[in-house]
């Protein structure tokens, strides 16, 4: 009798666990709109949700990890997390830790600075001042090919990208290079500040997954990317992420994720979209 | 003052059983490690002895975030070992905290007289019998008020788990003010520190304030370590 529950236990469980493939996803949850706790700890946005809406129509299910931007890449490469989801921009130096899927993002740089400051892009950049960024993003990226042609710049890096905007306030540092929609996001919080300018370097952003692919996810994630484009279910992501307020975003997640729950791509990107603009 | 309320739910909520859980681990694994460290030290044969004391000076003398980083990030690039984060971390501290824990053993071991052994082996005592019964008994006395110590810098210890993406109560914090950031009109970084700081000095002070009972429960009346030892 005991054999028999166990032997049905067994494979109740290894019916379940054949039901869905679960892969960890890496995500440096410290960088609105792409990546961010609430208030209650749930986590949120633009990439997030695209990953939620690909699990739902491959059929995968997914369990985020907040992870440190400076070995995102060095994990996921190694296999520690299976995909990569974090704003990142696809260069040659990444690639060879990392494999890319298709680009889903264009996005640019711009250059934070405090409203008072009278400085502008030009000078921000090349008048001998301060210039913080994340360590290893493109944006240092930019500062440092900057400082290799010898203009007039400091850079000064963190591991975290709000540390750099607190710092910018804090007045320890005079600007802030970073990816257009967290500048803005940024901005739009803080009334001392302003987008100086933006640098158009048309960048692509990717999901990354191990070097070679060896769980052949790149294809299930560049064919989800395509399906919620065709289903309208991507421009209504990027309507809700993308210069809205973060606490109506945070509210108009709340109220839509029951639809994912549900499995209703569609109708969670709409609600979003549409409580988030009102 | 909701928002704070929050703040605090989920530092209790999603941080804190992670900061104790890693706090317990690295206590039980320096226990398990550090005590037959120390009686090796003391009362084992010379090679062994070098041995002890060659693993405690390594893992006193190497900062803990370094440990960490050996652990999770470098032995999983070169030799492809691929520990979880929470797993690195409570190998790396433990043996760290394993190594302190052992010289608190070791000078409670070496604070009972010599003599007593000695009188317990003329009495006919094998040596292991003598550190069972007589030894120790005073040597585990003895060293929980420096243990509570070890134990205070081990909680504190578990921030640097942070490091390494451990989702304790240090990197918790880290999430709720980088959000804060973000949203119009709310800048109250330093509450959520002071909120992160609180909950740590309350479990240091709970664990302590344990220890401190247990000292007392576990006190011999009469049995005294003070100046010289009575004969």
């Known amino acids: 009798m005991k054999k028999a529950l166990l032997a049905v236990l067994l494979t109740g469980l290894f019916a379940v666990s054949g039901l869905a493939q679960v892969y960890d996803v890496a995500s440096d949850t410290t960088w609105p709109p792409f990546e961010w706790a609430d208030a209650e700890g749930n986590l949120l946005g633009f990439d997030l949700d695209v990953m939620r809406c690909i699990a739902v129509l491959q059929g995968f299910e997914i369990n985020i990890i907040s992870y440190d931007w400076d070995i995102i890449f060095d994990d996921v490469g190694i296999g520690r997390a299976d995909i990569g989801a974090s704003g990142a921009t696809i260069t040659d130096e990444r690639e060879l830790k990392v494999d890319f899927s298709a680009p889903y993002w264009t996005s640019d740089q711009a250059v934070l600075i405090r409203a008072d400051s009278g400085l502008n892009i030009v000078t921000a950049l090349s008048g001998g001042y301060t210039v913080g960024a994340q360590i290893e993003t493109t944006g240092a990226g930019f500062v440092q090919g900057l400082l290799d042609d010898g203009v007039d710049v400091i850079l000064q890096e963190y591991t975290l990208y709000p540390l750099a905007v607190l710092d910018l306030i804090n007045g320890n540092i005079d600007a802030v290079i970073q990816d257009e929609p967290a500048s803005q996001a940024s901005a739009t919080a803080e009334a001392d500040l302003t987008v100086a300018g933006v640098i158009k370097t048309n960048e692509n952003f990717g999901f990354f997954v191990a070097e070679g692919d060896p769980e052949g996810l790149l294809p299930l994630l560049n064919d989800g990317v395509d399906q919620l484009k065709a289903l309208g279910a991507y421009d209504n992501l990027v309507r809700a992420y ?29 609600n979003l979209a549409t409580l988030a603009n009102q | 003052m909701s928002t704070i309320w929050q703040s605090l739910e989920l530092l209790v909520t999603k941080g804190l059983p992670t900061t104790v859980l890693l706090t317990l681990g690295l206590l039980g694994a320096g226990l398990a490690l550090g005590f037959p460290i120390a009686f090796l030290q003391v009362y084992g044969y010379r090679p062994f002895r070098w041995l002890c004391r060659g693993y405690e000076q390594l893992f006193r003398g190497i900062p803990a975030l370094v440990l960490i980083l050996i652990f999770h990030s470098g032995l999983a690039r070169s030799f492809g070992i691929l520990l979880p984060a929470f797993t690195s971390a409570l190998i790396a501290l433990g043996l760290r905290s394993s190594a302190y824990q052992s010289q608190i053993f070791r000078g409670a071991i070496q604070s009972v007289p010599q003599g007593q052994m000695m009188a317990a082996r003329a009495l006919g005592m094998s040596k292991l019998q003598a ?14 008020p420096p243990w509570t110590n070890e134990f205070s810098s081990v909680l504190k210890d578990t921030s640097l788990a942070s490091a390494i993406g451990v989702l304790e109560l240090t990197k918790q914090g880290t999430l709720i003010f980088t959000r804060i950031q973000f949203v119009k009109g709310v800048n109250y970084i330093l509450v959520i520190l002071i909120l992160v700081a609180l909950v740590y000095l309350v479990l240091t002070y709970m664990g302590n304030a344990g220890l401190a009972l247990l000292e007392r429960r576990l006190r011999i009346p009469g049995f005294e370590m003070k100046g010289k030892v009575e004969r």
Do not use: Y
Not at chain 1, 250 to 268: H, Q, R, T, Y
Not at chain 2, 139 to 144: E, G, P
């Open chain 2, 131 to 144: 550190i069972r019964s007589i030894i120790l008994p005073q040597a585990l006395r003895l060293s929980i």
């Open chain 1, 242 to 270: 993308m210069g809205t307020d973060l606490t109506k975003v945070e509210a108009a997640w709340k109220a839509s994720i029951g639809f994912l729950e549900e499995g209703d791509v569609v109708g969670f990107a709409l």
